[in-house]
């Protein structure tokens, strides 16, 4: 949150988007994305500044897992479907998650879905541990924690 801060204090000052981007190496997106964010609760930064850490969080993260439950919920409707397609005659799975990414562009991608849940959303223990061995037989698996800085820019 400090890092927000800094940002909504250094715009005051300088006040422009790209004094501020310049000023402290950030994209000038992810900085119109805060000044947006900020400028919801109060056109006034200076009243968004004096807010305490929880306010702040709502104000900033709230819109982000209000995001990701509804990308889940999206995923999860398709489950079901996905595994009578793959039934199908010329269907795979590569059909399937193309015109997932299609119709969802904002949707998971394949290593968003934490790799310890696959078994559990799937509910089809051998169509996870196939796909689970193709994506993480050879690969590093990161587990990153916190907001994505790539949703926060592209909001």
């Known amino acids: 949150m400090d890092q927000i801060k800094n940002i909504l204090r250094n ?17 000038k997106n992810t900085i119109r994305e805060y000044i947006r964010r900020a400028e919801v609760y109060s056109t006034d ?9 929880e306010t702040l969080n709502r104000i900033f993260y709230a819109a982000d897992s209000d995001h990701s439950s509804a ?12 595994l009578k397609e793959l ?16 119709e969802h562009p904002d949707g998971f991608g394949y290593s968003q879905l934490p790799v310890n849940q696959w078994h559990e959303y799937l509910n089809a223990p051998t169509l996870a541990d196939a796909i689970l061995y193709r ?8 587990e990153l924690q916190g907001n994505s800085m790539r949703q926060l820019s592209n909001s």
Request: aromatic fraction near 8%; charged fraction near 25%; charge should be positive.
């Open 45 to 53: 930064l200076a009243v968004v500044l004096e807010l305490d850490e």
């Open 11 to 27: 715009y005051l000052v300088s006040g422009t988007i790209k004094a501020t981007a310049r000023q402290l190496k950030v994209s």
């Open 71 to 82: 990308r889940l919920a999206v995923f999860e409707q398709q489950i079901e479907c996905w």
């Open 135 to 142: 994506l993480t037989a050879n690969s590093h698996r990161i």
């Open 87 to 102: 039934r199908r005659t010329g269907v795979t799975r590569e059909l399937l998650w193309q015109e997932y990414r299609r």
